[in-house]
Nanobody, 123 residues
Framework: QVQLVESGGGLVQAGGSLRLSCAAS????????KGWFRQAPGKEREFVAA????????RIADSVKGRFTISRDNGKNTVYLQMNDLKPEDTAVYYC????????????????WGQGTQVTVSS
């Protein structure tokens, strides 16, 4: 059974930081592209960041560029999203995704999804 499990969400004040983690189990995702999406109440799912299997290529959404960073540790089968200078508009459920195609994630789709972790930013 393939699982992507997110952690690290929570409540933080505006200007604060959080680091989300996504651990994969059930198979080795070291050759998969990985990414993060988010969905706020009443809004469509939004692409946040993607990283290629090697980590050499990353793509960050304009809405979070300069504040969020994506990284991965293939030895731990884990991808991270470092979120700095958080704003109330960053409040959403954040989802981890994995796909053989890094470009597919950057385009908004993926074969594997986690259950999501809530991030709430208070003003």
């Amino acid at each position: 059974q393939v699982q992507l499990v997110e952690s690290g969400g929570g409540l933080v004040q505006a200007g604060g930081s959080l680091r989300l983690s996504c651990a994969a189990s059930g198979r080795t995702f070291s050759t998969y592209g990985k990414g993060w999406f988010r969905q706020a109440p009443g809004k469509e799912r939004e692409f946040v960041a993607a990283i290629s299997w090697s980590g050499d290529n990353t793509r960050i959404a304009d809405s979070v560029k300069g504040r969020f960073t994506i990284s991965r540790d293939n030895g731990k089968n884990t991808v991270y999203l470092q979120m700095n200078d958080l704003k109330p508009e960053d409040t959403a459920v954040y989802y981890c995704a994995a796909d053989l195609g890094y470009s597919r994630i950057a385009a908004g789709t993926a074969d594997y999804w986690g259950q999501g972790t809530q991030v709430t930013v208070s003003s």
